[in-house]
């Protein structure tokens, strides 16, 4: 009996797994097979505006789906690469490209990471100096005699244990 179980529970996760894949790998028909290259490449391009860190040919979103499907229509109709590159960019932006042209509008997602790097830099370098600068405070006696007693008292309480 175990045996029949092991095989049922393995025939339901062949069959679950099958049904993920197909959620992302559409069975898409082109007219020849650089079409389909361009298809992809095109896909691997655009950036996924739900995950926002994967491409849209690697995303499962429902929303990546949605755009593969459009952009496969939009190739299907005759539309070249740039055509559906201004289509997608009128309509998300420039964020929709992992490689974002640089214009105004871009450089604080070209030059943003460099110029927080640079502020935090300034910061440490700044706290290093003042810390360098500051001299060691000096013990009083009255301190100098307050910790002359705690080690004493201290070493005189592990004798006393041993």
Request: with cysteine.
């Amino acid at each position: 009996m175990p045996a029949l179980i092991k095989s049922f529970l393995l025939s339901i996760l062949l069959l679950t797994s099958v049904a993920v894949d197909a959620f992302t790998l559409e069975e898409l028909t082109f007219d020849s097979p650089e079409q389909q290259t361009e298809f992809r490449e095109l896909i691997s391009e655009l950036r996924c505006l739900v995950c926002q860190n994967e491409s849209l040919a690697g995303s499962k979103a429902e929303l990546a789906q949605d755009l593969r499907n459009e952009v496969y229509k939009m190739m299907r109709a005759g539309q070249s690469q740039d055509e559906i590159l201004d289509f997608l960019i009128a309509r998300y932006g420039d964020f929709v490209l992992y490689d974002p042209p640089l214009k105004p509008s871009t450089y604080i997602l070209w030059f943003g990471p460099f110029v927080l790097i640079g502020i935090g830099a300034v910061f440490m370098v700044r706290a290093l100096l003042r810390k360098q600068s500051a001299p060691d405070a000096e013990l009083s006696d009255d301190d100098r005699l307050r910790l002359k007693d705690m080690l004493a008292d201290r070493d005189g309480k592990t004798d006393q244990s041993s």
